[in-house]
Structure formats: structure tokens, C-alpha cells
């Protein structure tokens, strides 16, 4: 699949913002500091389609994203950055809870790992709460120009015993600096549409 056209075409907080359940989407969702909006950037060959923070957890609303005219991107807000109020988390937290649970033409989510570390508590409760869904199984590993190839293989191993996936789940290593990766996880998300039914 390639990407020729993508705009933002809804910023959202909740459900009664959404555009309408036309299209099919796929999400992404990661640690507030773990390279989603560089990933998303790259996926469309768009600089700034995707504002990239240099102060994680900057993203607070869902954002959707138009794609070729045919299906959405949508950019959860990060979670697990500590310098944001119980309460502002606790918002994003049942914001992104109504989205992921009752949005009928979601056909995945795409939770991103920073590749050079073993998946925190709270990516593998994301994770676990995916799985409850039915939305589980990609993992982007994000940052891979950050370590050997030798770490590569030996962190991947880690990330799919911690995040506890099974032997068809898929990880697709990602680096947004060097521009790799990002044909592959477009693969993916291309067999995920032709077999979305909405």
C-alpha cells in the first residue's frame, strides 16, 4: 500500500465529535514518549502532518486522520507520562476507553513499543486490554536505529514474552531516523483492511 493523500479531518474528545463510522479505521497507541507521532509522519511521507512535541504527552484529544479517501488513521493519546494531573489522565484514560470499546468500523489498534526497552507495566496492560477486545496483535517497535542488530532480536524476543503475544502476532520493527520499517507495517495495515468488514 502507499499512502498519496492524508489529512486531519477530525479532532476529537468524544464520541458525539467523531466522524461518521464509514470508513474503516486503524489506531495507534503508545507511551507518550515512544515516537507516535514520527511513526505516523513517516507512514504518510508527511512532515508535520503529525505535530511532533519535544514534551511527551502533548497529544490530549483522538485524532483522525484521512487516508486516500478510504480508511482512517486515528492518534490515541499517550499514556504513562507522569507529569500530567490524576484527573487529566484519568480523562484520557475514558477517552480513549469509549473510543476503543464502542467504535464499530475500528479494525485495529497498533500499540507502539520503544524497542529498546522491555514494555512497562502499562504498555502491557494496554496490551492485555486490547487483547480483551479483540484488537490485539501488531506491535510497532519503535527507534530501532538505536541498537545492534545482535539487541535487535534479543529485545524483540523480550517485548513478545512480556507483552505475552502469541506466535501470530506480528512486531514490525520501525525506524523513523533511518526510514525503515515503515513498508512492512504499511503491508500489514493493508491485509488488515482487506479484511475489514464495514
Do not use: C
Amino acid at each position: 500500500m502507499k499512502i498519496n493523500r492524508s489529512e486531519i479531518e477530525t479532532v476529537a474528545v468524544k464520541p458525539s465529535q467523531y466522524p461518521a463510522a464509514d470508513k474503516p479505521e486503524i489506531a495507534f497507541a503508545g507511551r507518550s514518549n515512544v515516537g507516535k507521532s514520527s511513526l505516523l509522519n513517516l507512514l504518510t511521507g508527511r512532515k508535520s502532518l503529525a505535530r511532533v512535541s519535544g514534551s511527551p504527552g502533548k497529544t490530549r484529544t483522538i485524532n483522525f486522520y484521512l487516508i486516500n479517501d478510504e480508511f482512517r488513521i486515528v492518534d490515541l493519546p499517550g499514556y504513562g507520562y507522569a507529569r500530567v494531573s490524576k484527573s487529566e489522565s484519568r480523562s484520557w484514560g475514558e477517552m480513549m476507553e469509549s473510543y476503543l470499546e464502542k467504535r464499530p468500523n475500528l479494525v485495529k489498534v497498533i500499540q507502539l513499543v520503544d524497542i529498546r526497552h522491555k514494555p512497562s507495566a502499562q504498555d502491557v496492560q494496554m496490551y492485555d486490554y486490547l487483547k480483551y477486545y479483540g484488537l490485539d496483535g501488531v506491535v510497532v517497535a519503535t527507534k530501532a536505529d538505536k541498537i545492534s542488530n545482535n539487541e535487535k532480536q534479543k529485545n524483540l524476543k523480550v517485548i513478545r514474552e512480556t507483552l505475552g503475544m502469541s506466535k501470530d502476532d506480528i512486531i514490525v520493527p520501525v525506524s523513523a531516523l533511518k526510514r525503515t520499517g515503515q513498508d512492512k507495517l504499511l503491508d500489514v495495515m493493508e491485509e488488515l483492511l482487506s479484511s475489514a468488514e464495514i
